[in-house]
């Protein structure tokens, strides 16, 4: 019986292990490594930030993870070698036949001189505590979301962030006596699209929220409340948001995997340069959007092209970057990404939406998942 060992529980890691039972069972034995107990969809953050939402409410145990020929362990990986298939943990150590690394981007604050002191985020559940927080005694001033770095999670949470901040002091009675302004390194908002991108450009329009494009923010002043811009300009805030940087995590820059910063795969299966070595998610180099929707869509590929591999055949359906990724509107509205990076000569989007029905769908969608993965 085969050892599949993959490292990390997020949407890739989960569907990978729950397509390795389902399809598998009896001829691997899987084992899920990932350093948290719990998991936590990423839209989950702004109902923390913007709805009160308790952190416990939206966290799912991974200790409710019960598959047939799966063993979950709470574990820090702490270093990884591909060669060999070999991973170490701040509790032992595992031999891999097939080895999936699916550790996601990490958060490099640090990046950012002066963002760690002087800036908050809502990319994290403890950034969202803390954001919803500093909001609840913010009644007037200048927010500014800057794109610390790209490529990012999430493309359209900045802007999720931005519409929803509008209906939070549009709330409160104080949306006059608040500025909001987005800054980011892209040209566009999508810069895959010209009319996905205007969608968003008027939505915010719409909402007097403005979008300053090309902007590499190197640093914070915190001390005059400035975000220092490469070319040596400044955009003045009150209160600073940011996407923080994103990065390989250092266990993975330190085990060769990495080559300039994210880990290159084949495109068709996401395998590595190392035999039986796969990566998934968004720790990769493709050229795509980093969205759960992506690294869920490309699990199923690694679980197909594993067991075709185990019978001897060919992996039949190559992976394609097809995805959606909801969109908070404001209003109880949501509107849908369709994405489609492989499928022709050039990525393409559109956008569904916004509405209430679509809102009912990011539900069922989360629903559905939360079904398959913790049963």
């Given amino acids: 019986m085969k050892h599949v060992v993959i490292l990390g529980a997020g949407f890739a890691g989960l569907e990978l292990a729950t397509r390795l ?10 084992t899920l490594i990932d350093g948290n107990d719990s998991f936590t969809f990423g839209f989950s953050k702004l109902d923390v930030l913007f709805k009160g939402e308790p952190k416990a409410d939206v966290q799912l145990p991974y200790a409710d993870v019960s598959k047939e020929g799966l063993e979950f362990r709470q574990e820090r990986v702490t270093s990884i070698d591909p060669e060999a298939r070999r991973v170490t ?31 908050v985020e809502y990319y994290s559940l403890p950034g969202a505590e803390r954001m919803r927080d500093v909001l609840a005694d913010f009644d007037s001033g200048r927010i500014l979301i800057g794109i610390l770095g790209h ?17 939070h002091f549009v709330e409160r009675g104080l949306r006059d006596a608040v500025e909001i302004r987005v800054a980011g390194p892209m040209a566009a908002p999508v810069p895959i699209t010209k009319e996905v991108s205007q969608s968003f450009l008027d939505a915010l329009g719409e909402r007097g929220i403005e979008y300053i494009p090309n902007q590499h923010i190197a640093e914070l002043d915190t001390q005059e409340n400035e975000a220092r811009v490469a070319d040596g300009e400044s955009i003045p805030y009150d209160l600073f948001v940011g996407i923080p940087v994103h990065r390989a995590p250092q266990v993975v820059l330190d085990s060769g995997l990495a ?12 395998a590595t340069r190392f035999p039986e070595v796969y990566a998934v998610g968004d720790i990769t180099a493709l050229p795509m959007a980093k969205a759960g929707v992506f690294a869920e869509a490309a699990a199923r ?3 197909d092209d594993i067991a075709a591999r185990l019978h001897g055949e060919e ?61």
Avoid at 99 to 118: Q, S
Avoid at 259 to 270: A, H, K, Q, S, Y
């Fill in 21 to 30: 039972s389902e399809s598998l069972a009896g001829e691997v034995r899987t």
């Fill in 89 to 119: 943990t701040d509790a032992g150590s595992y031999d891999a036949d097939i080895l999936v690394v699916a550790l996601g981007a990490a958060y490099d604050l640090a990046a950012t001189p002066g963002f760690e002191e002087g800036g």
């Fill in 151 to 167: 490529p990012f999670k999430c493309p359209p949470a900045p802007f999720e962030g931005a519409l929803l901040l509008h209906d």
């Fill in 259 to 270: 080559d300039g910063g994210w880990v290159p795969v084949e495109r068709t299966n996401l």
């Fill in 301 to 303: 590929v690694v679980a």
């Fill in 315 to 375: 992996l039949e359906q190559p992976y394609e970057g097809i995805g959606n990724c909801y969109l908070e509107f404001g209003g109880g509205a949501v509107a849908k990404v369709e994405a489609n990076f492989f499928g022709g000569p050039e990525p393409t989007a559109r956008l569904v939406g916004p509405s209430r029905e679509l809102a009912a769908d990011k539900v069922e969608f989360a629903s559905t998942r939360r079904a398959r993965w913790f049963g």
